[in-house]
Every structure is written in C-alpha cells, then in structure tokens.
C-alpha cells in the first residue's frame, strides 16, 4: 500500500495550487479520503475530506470556500484545488483513507498515509 503526493510548492499569497495524490496497493473506491496539513510545532489538522462515493464533501471552515476536494477512483487519484491561498495555508500537506467515514477531527480513523508534500504560501 501506498500514497503519494505531488504538487506543493512555494507560491505568493493569492496564488492558488492543486495537490495529488496517488494511491496503490488498496482500491480507493471503498474508502473515504482526505486531506491532513501540520505546520510546524502545530497539531496535524484536517483540511478536507470527499466520502467515497464522491456525492459528499467536508471542509475546515479556514478553508470552505477556497479548497476544493475531488476524487478520480478510476484513476487512483485525489486531488486537492487551493486557491487564494494565505501565509496560513503553509503547512506540510498529507493525503489519507479511511475504510469508515469522513472525519476531520479523529486522524486515528485513518488506515493509510502519505509522506506529504510542503506547501508555502509567502506574503
């Protein structure tokens, strides 16, 4: 099993970015992903999760309205579209999947993750 992201980068405040991340070893469709950041000295929080069906979505409200989470399970893929993106957006981002049901609060819900990938967002 594993999952992989790709995309972060070091991007101006207002700029936008989207993260992949690509999974193998397990049949995505049967879980729930999400998206994790942690900053460092800072608790890992989550961003942004899509329930496998793909109909539902769920957000931190620091990020409703700029990040969209989307799925491509054919492909093994879930993204992550940030745009308007803040200094406080800065953060190692991580991809991960549950086989229960979207959480944003409980990592432990969590089977698989990513390595992650560093986003930085400049002023």
């Known amino acids: 099993v594993q999952m992989e992201e790709f995309g972060g980068g070091l991007v101006q405040a207002g700029e936008s970015l989207m993260l992949t991340c690509i999974a193998s070893?397990?049949?995505?469709?049967?879980?729930?992903m999400a998206w994790f950041r942690q900053a460092p000295g800072k608790e890992r929080e989550g961003v942004a999760c899509k329930v496998w069906t793909g109909h539902s979505s769920y957000y931190a409200d620091s990020v409703k309205g700029r990040f969209t989470v989307s799925r491509d399970n054919g492909n093994h893929v879930l993204y992550l579209q940030m745009n308007s993106l803040k200094p406080e957006d800065s953060a190692m981002y991580y991809c991960?999947?549950?086989?229960?049901?979207?959480?944003?609060?409980?990592?432990?819900?969590?089977?698989?993750w990513g390595q992650g990938t560093q986003v930085t967002v400049s002023s």
């Open positions: 070893g397990f049949h995505i469709k049967d879980y729930a």
């Open positions: 991960a999947a549950t086989n229960t049901y979207c959480s944003l609060d409980d990592i432990s819900r969590y089977q698989y």
